[in-house]
């Protein structure tokens, strides 16, 4: 069974830095795309960035791109998503993802493991 969770989530004042943490369980994910998401209050979730976990190779969305960086350390099994600069419209749960597929995935539905999600809060 996979099993995503989260951690790293909580209160920045904007500018400020986070780094969230989604450890994975179940099998191996060398041939799995890696997604971190996120989703604000009234809003639909939407993309921030990917991972191919076997090629390593990374996409972004533009509202993030330059300030939030995707990573992963395989003999943990978890992916990172550290976030500098962050503004107030970076609130949200962000959520991670994984995808049966090797590369880069944007959207949600190509995902089917979800994590549980993690708050993040920028107060301007």
């Known amino acids: 069974q996979v099993r995503l969770v989260e951690s790293g989530g909580g209160l920045v004042q904007a500018g400020g830095s986070l780094r969230l943490s989604c450890t994975a369980s179940g099998r191996t994910f060398s041939n799995y795309a890696m997604g971190w998401f996120h989703q604000a209050p009234g809003k639909e979730r939407e993309f921030v960035a990917a991972l191919s976990w076997s090629r390593g190779n990374a996409y972004y969305a533009n509202s993030v791109k330059g300030r939030f960086t995707i990573s992963r350390d395989s003999a943990q099994n978890t992916v990172y998503l550290q976030m500098n600069s962050l503004k107030p419209e970076d609130t949200a749960v962000y959520y991670c993802?994984?995808?049966?597929?090797?590369?880069?995935?944007?959207?949600?539905?190509?995902?089917?493991?979800w994590g549980q999600g993690t708050q993040v809060t920028v107060s301007s």
């Open positions: 993802a994984a995808g049966e597929r090797v590369g880069v995935l944007a959207r949600a539905q190509e995902y089917v493991y």
